[in-house]
């Protein structure tokens, strides 16, 4: 799901990474190594304080949208007897815990049966994937790689009311002037006839269709490329497919060039250049003893790129360039770019990591990952915020920690790292 505001359905990034949705699978991803993700705010019932009752915000958004333009018959027919939904309000102040590794993730993201369903799909709808590669220059596998994580191939799209679960957090979620931007967008969308209010169905967070998009991103980006009058992502594999592809065509996708591979770091290589912020030339990065693997088209030496160390210097690493970003738009989240990629490559017979994970690693739950960034934040380390999510502030202040330590300043954060810090921070408070 395209990233938040522009887009969202994935399940991280957004609210911190959690502004849209999907399937389990995405989630996991976003929470698991997300990056560019906005702080969370603790969850508290002010914002339906300051809102007043669900009828009485329902009556002021109705004079808003009506303001705004919205058919009245449309919004009377979309917000009749409607209500909060209490399983929203759930989701979106009390994440579930996802705390599973990188390479669980993976395994479940790129498993068997996805990749044999892929492939099935490949060829069955061969010439619908012909046309809109040709149409928008993204490539097949991986448009149907993101279908795959999205939907399921169409067959989780989610099942609550869009309507009601964006009413519900424009009344009393974590952003609702988010959330109320996305219910006028979804009115805009029936207004216009795409599908009916009863079939506008999705996940808790507002993503929709087989594509997960949310509301203001179907209204940018989503396509009538079946030629019946009506984006339908929910219904018409052409249109949900070609809209993906829409989408990463405006997220500057390069055609006919990879999303990245797999590559091998020298001895010494200095670990606090593998950051996606840190972008170099092919060339720099050969002269700085990075092995390339062979046959990579689609490249010369000025293609930029950056090291991804998912799970820090010990495990693979990977160079990523510009259609790894485009991917992120999507979800940004490195960890679902990452399972794009692989399993876009696994559809085509290869993609298997060469590298070993470090299986032995423990994990940071939600709490360790609070207590992390507050020791940071106490020992002047600035991880910019207590928040939970282990974003591109966190791991740069990891390696500030790392770095003034003499460790391989990669930035991972895992249960070693954390013992370490608590020491640190015992011997600092010790000496003062």
Known sequence: MPQLPAHATGLSSRLPTALLLGCAITLAACTSYSVNAEPTRPATNSQAEQNGSFEQWLADFQNRALAQGVDPAILQQ???????????????????????PVWEYLDGAVSNTRISSGQRLLSERAELLSAI???????RHILVA????????????????????????????????????????ALDILQRGDIAVDAMVGSWAGAMGQTQFIPTTYNSHAVDFDGNGKRDIWGSEA??????????????????????????LPDGFDYASADLSQRRSLAEWRDA????PSGVSGLNDDSHAAILLPAGHRGPAFMVLDNFRSIMRYNSSTSYALAIGLLSER???????QASWPTQDQPLTREQRLELQQILTDTGFEPGGVDGILGANTRAAVRRFQQQQAMAADGYANLALLKHLRTFAEQTAASN
Request: glycine share 10%; net charge negative; charged share 20%.
């Open 78 to 100: 979309a917000t009749r007897e409607l209500s909060p939904d209490p399983a929203v309000i759930r989701a979106d102040q009390h994440q579930p815990e996802f705390s599973r």
């Open 133 to 139: 590669e040709e149409r928008y220059g993204v490539d």
């Open 146 to 185: 993101i279908w795959g994580l999205e939907s399921n191939f169409g067959g989780n799209m989610g099942s609550r009311n869009i309507v009601r679960s964006l009413a519900t957090l424009a009344h009393e979620g974590r952003r609702p002037e988010f959330a109320e931007t996305q219910l006028l967008a």
């Open 239 to 264: 249109d949900a497919l070609a809209s993906a592809a829409n989408y990463l065509r405006a997220s500057n996708w390069q055609s006919k060039q990879p999303w990245g591979f797999e590559v091998s």
């Open 289 to 292: 003893g990075v092995h390339l």
């Open 347 to 353: 559809l085509q017979g290869r993609g298997q990591i």
